[in-house]
């Protein structure tokens, strides 16, 4: 299992303690995501790794290895430029 991606880490907070209940005020330390994976090693270090849901109606693209590889795909070819214009799909939108 890989979860660091950057080894870059800074000091957020020095002498952290948890409350009685073991809660932790992470505060400033926490940017963007409200949901995290949580890893702890052998030596007692905790890593939280941010992550988001996928809804359930969209799970099924990330089941399907042949459907994301093309979705990927699709995605670099774009970003590289290698795109046709096939016309309007305007009489195809519901309304």
Known sequence: ?????????SLVS????????????LGEAITGGTAFNV???????ILLDPVKAIPSAETWLFENPD?????????RESAGGKTSFLGSF???ADE
């Open 67 to 75: 459907a994301l590889a093309s979705v990927k795909r699709g995605l």
């Open 1 to 9: 299992m890989v979860a660091i991606r950057n080894n870059d880490f």
């Open 90 to 92: 305007a009489k195809h």
């Open 14 to 25: 020095e002498f952290a303690r948890s409350d009685a209940k073991k809660r932790l005020s």
């Open 39 to 45: 890893y702890r090693n052998a030596q007692g270090q």
